[in-house]
């Protein structure tokens, strides 16, 4: 055969990686079928891979956890508001019934009404302080994965509201439990003084001094100025527990952003104004109000089937 006439194999390799001899007539038949890529476009798609991981994106399989993050925070939003109402309520009535007591005539002064309103928030929170710190930081993990951005490098994986207890109190004992507490309690007494002490001065003063009698009609109203003034007063609180709670930390612990709560307050009024404690006022309103709303009208309708004096 003469040389020309010879044809040499050419060795290829397939899609799934494995060589094929083929003549140089039957790759041309087979380079429809046949799945081979530009040695320049593969280098420019593995760059823009790692460009992309770079700057925090990951890949489908991560948004689902991003979601299951929130359900898990919602979740342990139960045992929070469990725990915070549970203490208040309790804290709250026994102040008023057992420790400063009511007058003769019914009335219940209004600055033991404040006074009570504050320390039953202040019991409360420090109580469901703990799920708190972990609804708070299993939130962020979701939305910073739903958003496609990195994970802090104190940013912790949770798997579960059991193990982010576990993660927590491994990391930073039982006092890490309490990351935050102060502003959190600052928080809370401000917020039940609202709502608490605007409650139960309303509700009373409508029953002693108009021709309202102790019905859905009263607790409606008085729950929506308790709302309202919740709002106002816990407002600035929240800002600066939300920041204080979600700034950076090292490995002590210790916040890399503000030195404490008044830190915080003095830094936000300076740098952004007054008025920069206010920022989310209006959804923070209209959360509270439902809130407040169904809350007080649930707790009067279990006392009364309970056979328990309203409140």
């Given at each position: 055969?003469?040389?020309?006439?010879?044809?040499?194999?050419?060795?290829?390799?397939?899609?799934?990686?494995?060589?094929?001899?083929l003549s140089p007539r039957s790759h041309k038949n087979s380079t429809p079928n046949a799945r081979r890529s530009c040695p320049?476009?593969?280098?420019?798609?593995?760059?823009?891979?790692?460009?992309?991981?770079?700057?925090?994106?990951?890949?489908?399989?991560?948004?689902?956890?991003?979601?299951?993050s929130k359900a898990l925070a919602r979740s342990d939003t139960c045992h929070l508001q469990t725990l915070y109402s549970g203490g208040r309520m309790v804290?709250?009535?026994?102040?008023?019934?057992?420790?400063?007591r009511k007058n003769e005539d019914k009335h219940y002064p209004l600055w033991k009404s404040v006074i009570g309103g504050m320390f039953a928030g202040v019991v409360g929170q420090f109580l469901a302080n703990?799920?708190?710190?972990?609804?708070?930081?299993?939130?962020?993990?979701?939305?910073?994965k739903l958003e496609g951005k990195p994970l802090r490098a104190t940013q912790k994986?949770?798997?579960?509201?059991?193990?982010a207890f576990a993660k927590i109190l491994a990391e930073g004992g039982i006092r890490g439990l309490w990351a935050g507490w102060v502003p959190n309690v600052q928080r809370a007494a401000?917020?039940?003084?609202?709502?608490?002490?605007?409650?139960?001065?309303?509700?009373?003063?409508?029953?002693?001094?108009?021709?309202?009698?102790?019905?859905?009609?009263?607790?409606?109203?008085?729950?929506?100025?308790?709302?309202?003034?919740?709002?106002?007063?816990?407002?600035?609180?929240?800002?600066?527990?939300?920041?204080?709670?979600?700034?950076?930390r090292d490995k002590q612990g210790r916040g890399l952003l503000y030195k404490s709560s008044t830190d915080c307050l003095i830094?936000?009024?300076?740098?952004?104004?007054f008025m920069s404690l206010y920022k989310g006022f209006l959804p923070s309103w209209l959360r509270m109000t439902p809130w407040s709303l169904v809350f007080w009208l649930t707790y009067e309708k279990i006392r009364e089937m309970s056979g328990v004096n309203p409140f």
């Open positions: 055969m003469a040389p020309s006439e010879q044809l040499r194999t050419v060795g290829l390799r397939g899609h799934r990686g494995r060589a094929s001899n320049g476009s593969v280098g420019r798609r593995r760059k823009r891979i790692s460009s992309l991981q770079g700057h925090g994106a990951h890949s489908p399989r991560d948004c689902p956890r991003g979601r299951l804290t709250y009535e026994h102040l008023r019934e057992v420790v400063f703990p799920t708190d710190l972990v609804k708070v930081q299993m939130q962020m993990e979701g939305k910073r994986v949770f798997r579960g509201v059991h193990h401000l917020v039940n003084m609202g709502d608490l002490t605007t409650y139960d001065t309303v509700k009373h003063y409508l029953v002693l001094n108009t021709t309202l009698e102790d019905n859905i009609m009263t607790h409606s109203l008085s729950s929506f100025c308790s709302g309202l003034v919740a709002s106002i007063l816990g407002t600035p609180a929240d800002v600066i527990k939300s920041r204080i709670m979600n700034q950076p830094q936000a009024v300076q740098g952004e104004g």
